[in-house]
Structures are given as structure tokens and as C-alpha cells.
Nanobody, 126 residues
């Protein structure tokens, strides 16, 4: 079992930045693929970014098209945390952001993730 708790959401003006953090507890964190999703009112949950260990100290990162170049995902296995640095924020980035985890295979589908946090609200004003 893996427990995930997000933090760092809030209200920011367009063009600003926010940093979300996800603290994980439970099974061996470093073995899991970690990802961020978001869900705006009336819309489906959308993949934002993911990170997977690809070597002893190297990681493979992947991003949704709408955030590529603006958002950066990172992880600290010693601290059991994963972060999402969000820059150049736009009103369309407004959503509840969720941290998620799954084992083995990279995926952009929310249905394939086993563990979820409770979400943190991000609101971008124009």
C-alpha cells in the first residue's frame, strides 16, 4: 500500500509559478512510477507529467502536450517526495491536481494508476 499526500496548491495570477509536492509513505517509493494528473470541473482527468527511474540515479520524465516546456517533474527518493514545478501558468491550468503511483510500466491513463492522493486545488486568475 502507498499513501500519497499533495500540498502546495493555491491561487496565482497568470504568468506566475507554483510548486506542488507529493509525500509518499508505504512501500518502496523508488520502485514506483510517479505522476501528476489534473481535473478541471466538467472535464476528464488529464495526464500532466510522470517520472520513472531509468538507472541508478537517472530518471525518465514525460509530459502532457499542454504543459511541456512549462512544467517540470522531479523526485527525491531519499525523502519519498515528488514535485511539480509549474511556471508560466495560464487560466486553463486551473484544476485539482492529483499525485498518483503505479508499478513497472509508464502510463498516461489514470485508470492504470493504483494509488492516488486527495488532490490539491490550483487556481490561476487572468
Amino acid at each position: 500500500q502507498v499513501q500519497l499526500v499533495e500540498s502546495g496548491g493555491g491561487l496565482v495570477q497568470a504568468g506566475g509559478s507554483l510548486r506542488l509536492s507529493c509525500a509518499a509513505s508505504g512501500r518502496t517509493f523508488s520502485n514506483y512510477i510517479m505522476a501528476w494528473f489534473r481535473q478541471a470541473p466538467g472535464k476528464e482527468r488529464e495526464f500532466v507529467a510522470g517520472i520513472k527511474r531509468s538507472g541508478r540515479s537517472t530518471y525518465y520524465t514525460y509530459y502532457g502536450e499542454s504543459v511541456k516546456g512549462r512544467f517540470t517533474i522531479s523526485r527525491d527518493n531519499a525523502a519519498n517526495t515528488v514535485a511539480l514545478q509549474m511556471n508560466s501558468l495560464k487560466p486553463e491550468d486551473t484544476a485539482v491536481y492529483y499525485c498518483a503511483a503505479r508499478a513497472v510500466v509508464v502510463s498516461r491513463l489514470p485508470s492504470e494508476y493504483d494509488y492516488w492522493g486527495q488532490g490539491t486545488q490550483v487556481t490561476i486568475s487572468s
